[in-house]
């Protein structure tokens, strides 16, 4: 039987790690995906994707940080010195080319499921989300909040992608120069949490 604390704790897990997913910068990442594809061809996208990611996330819930430690010899420090590193690249590479870097990084769209899993989804936020929530709840229960998380991100992405196509005809234009806009100043928020992350790394290996 689950408790309310259980309960609100795993309601509080998920939230935390759809926060970290951000379903809205996530779209603007994939908007030539949600303008060139279906929206059956999108919701398989995501669905591989999520599932992917979803693997990876309930495997850190149920090992925390030990995963890197024990198996891979590593510290969580380098986990986040090297995504930080990876996030501050796609944040400039953003900022100074627009959709066109993410293009670029991501490859030709009918092999998009693994590189929109890593590292849009997968990420040192998002595994330490899940190492939180496996450390707080039972593991059916983080790995329930996890599938909530991952479901409302794509249902939120999915959604987007309909009102885009509903108003793609009459504003195609704005809709062009919102997504750039927005799509900049989201890569400077994404390159100040990169440069975070690698600060955060940094002094949690002059840790005593």
Request: charged share 15%; aromatic share 8%.
């Amino acid at each position: 039987m689950i408790g309310k604390e259980e309960a609100a704790l795993a309601v509080e897990s998920g939230v935390f790690l759809l926060v970290l997913l951000n379903p809205f910068l996530l779209s603007i990442y994939l908007i030539d995906l949600i303008d060139s594809l279906s929206f059956v061809q999108l919701g398989r996208v995501l669905l591989r994707a999520s599932l992917i990611s979803g693997a990876v996330f309930c495997l850190f819930a149920w090992s925390g940080d030990a995963l890197l430690i024990r198996l891979f010899h590593v510290r969580f420090a380098s986990f986040l010195l090297f995504g930080g590193a990876v996030f501050l690249l796609i944040g400039i590479r953003f900022v100074l080319m627009g959709g066109e870097a993410i293009r670029s990084l991501r490859g030709p769209a009918e092999h998009v499921a693994g590189s929109i899993a890593m590292p849009f989804m997968i990420g040192p936020g998002t595994v330490s989300a899940s190492v939180i929530a496996g450390t707080r709840l039972p593991f059916l229960l983080a790995v329930l909040s996890i599938v909530g998380a991952l479901a409302a991100t794509s249902a939120m992405v999915l959604l987007l992608k309909f009102i885009h196509d509903a108003v793609k005809r009459r504003t195609e234009k704005v809709i062009e120069r919102y997504v750039d806009i927005v799509g900049r100043l989201s890569a400077l928020i994404v390159g100040t949490i990169a440069v975070e992350m690698i600060l955060q790394g940094f002094e949690m290996l002059h840790e005593p």
